[in-house]
């Protein structure tokens, strides 16, 4: 069975500084992939990366970076120089690779950041 | 493109009531997820179809959920009937396989059963 474990309920911090934000996954899948969305206050998912399990790179978008380690399970979510604005829900989640099965989501890490 | 279109937003019902909560999903998608957040229990998937044709239901919480998906356009999720405990924020989801691989969400249906 999938699963998407993210241990941090909470975190707060203040503007500027680096945040991490853990996920560790099990699956028994070769093939996967793992997602990080985003649930501002309004309440929608936003996506913000998929990363197919076959490609280890780490990804950089802006002040987000997303470091993924099979031999860990993990997929760490970064946000460099946090702003208000990123205070939010962050979930990871996993699939498998065809598309048409549903994500296993994680419980959620709720971001504050402060001015 | 118009994404995945859910209706009512928000709906206040009372105990008892009959609840539908309706999506469109995107065009050419072939795929549906219904999903319910909750502070206890989080995203859960509910129920979802292939095709149009239910493939894992065994989310419905019980025999007062049940979920139809006519055509390749249109579902509905039904409550009947309702109770407090189905509060929740319902997300409905679509993806066409082999596709983009992820899931287009909603804006969900904030349901509160008083």
């Known amino acids: 069975a999938q699963k998407v474990t993210q241990a941090q309920t909470e975190i707060s911090v203040v503007e500027k500084e680096d945040v991490t934000l853990d996920c560790v996954y099990e699956t028994r899948d070769t093939t996967y992939y793992l997602f990080w969305y985003k649930q501002p206050p309004s309440g929608e998912l936003v996506f913000l990366i998929r990363r197919n399990s076959f490609d280890e790179q780490n990804e950089i978008s802006g002040r987000y970076s997303w470091n993924f380690q099979k031999s860990t399970s993990s997929f760490n979510f970064t946000i460099t120089a946090s702003q208000v604005v990123d205070s939010a829900v962050y979930f990871c989640a996993l699939s498998d690779t065809s598309g048409n099965t549903p994500l296993v989501f994680g419980k959620g890490t709720r971001l504050s950041v402060i001015a | 493109d118009a994404g995945v279109i859910q209706s009512p937003r928000h709906e206040v019902t009372e105990m008892g009531q009959e609840v539908t909560l309706r999506c469109k999903p995107i065009?050419?998608?072939?795929?549906l997820f219904w999903y319910r957040q909750t502070m206890m229990r989080g995203l859960e998937l509910l129920i979802y179809?292939?095709?149009?044709?239910?493939?894992?239901d065994s989310g419905m919480p019980e025999d007062r959920f049940s979920a139809k998906m006519p055509n390749a356009s249109f579902s509905t999720l039904k409550i009947q009937p309702s109770e407090p405990r189905d509060s929740a924020v319902y997300f409905c989801a679509s993806s066409r396989d082999r596709g983009l691989i992820k899931e287009f969400f909603g804006p969900g249906t904030r349901l509160t059963v008083l």
């Open positions: 065009s050419g998608h072939n795929s």
């Open positions: 179809f292939n095709n149009n044709v239910p493939i894992d």
